[in-house]
């Protein structure tokens, strides 16, 4: 156990449904991302958070909706997402947003589209 | 149908031989650099970090060394054991920037025969 826990585990859903993602870190920390892993490409960055607020999107489509309530909880508001966004969903967080270190990994969500 | 999905090198070992896992790395600014494992199922787990004004780490069974004159880094685990098979990431620090960006490489697959 890492200290950084996701639900659901698993996601089927259809291109017309909306869903969330939920990711909770309970280590303090004051930094958390989102990554995409897929078969095809490799871990990519989607979103930073610092103290709640979002420093990065890296060029993500709209309709993947980030939301950080606090330091401790990260969602991923999911809608008419496209067969090509199955992958696994991955949370991360780190102690200080301007520090260079360590990122620590939830189990990831892994959803499929269809 | 399935798209043909990342092609990871293996790296292959007997039980108990040391593993040596290669990672060149993009950018020449970066000074921070991690190893992961991931497991099937599981997401990243962090095994040991360098910076970089170091040329060698060590940690427990692991060492990582860094060459940053031609952007390699290396993971070499001792006694290679079956539970070390997994998919192995480097990961370089994209910093500066106010904020902990990690990019990763596309990973190695360890396989651990008895």
């Known amino acids: 156990e890492t200290g950084v826990t996701q639900t659901p585990r698993h996601l089927v859903m259809g291109m017309t449904n909306k869903k969330s993602l939920k990711c909770e870190q309970h280590?303090?920390?004051?930094?958390m991302y989102w990554y995409k892993q897929s078969a095809k490409k490799p871990l990519e960055l989607m979103f930073v958070?610092?103290?709640?607020?979002?420093?990065e999107n890296n060029s993500v489509p709209s309709r993947f909706s980030p939301e950080c309530p606090n330091s401790s909880h990260l969602f991923l508001h999911l809608h008419t997402l496209q067969p090509e966004d199955s992958a696994l969903y991955l949370c991360?967080?780190?102690?200080?947003?301007?520090?260079?270190?360590?990122?620590?990994f939830g189990p990831g969500t892994r959803l499929l589209v269809l | 149908g399935e798209s043909v999905g990342l092609h990871l090198p293996t790296l292959s070992v007997q039980e108990g031989d040391n593993s040596i896992i290669n990672c060149a790395y993009s950018?020449?600014?970066?000074?921070?650099f991690i190893w992961y494992k991931q497991e099937s199922g599981k997401g990243p787990q962090f095994i040991i970090d360098?910076?970089?004004?170091?040329d060698k780490r060590q940690g427990q069974r692991v060492t990582v060394l860094l060459n940053k004159t031609v952007k390699h880094l290396s993971l070499q685990i001792a006694a290679t054991q079956p539970g070390d098979s997994a998919v192995y990431f480097c990961?370089?620090?994209?910093?500066?920037?106010?904020?902990?960006?990690?990019?990763f490489g596309a990973g190695t697959r360890l396989a651990v025969h008895p």
């Open positions: 991360a967080s780190s102690q200080d947003p301007a520090r260079e270190e360590t990122q620590y």
């Open positions: 280590l303090g920390h004051n930094a």
């Open positions: 958070y610092n103290f709640k607020e979002q420093t």
């Open positions: 950018n020449s600014a970066s000074d921070y």
């Open positions: 360098i910076r970089s004004n170091m």
């Open positions: 990961a370089e620090n994209m910093g500066p920037g106010g904020y902990n960006k990690l990019i």
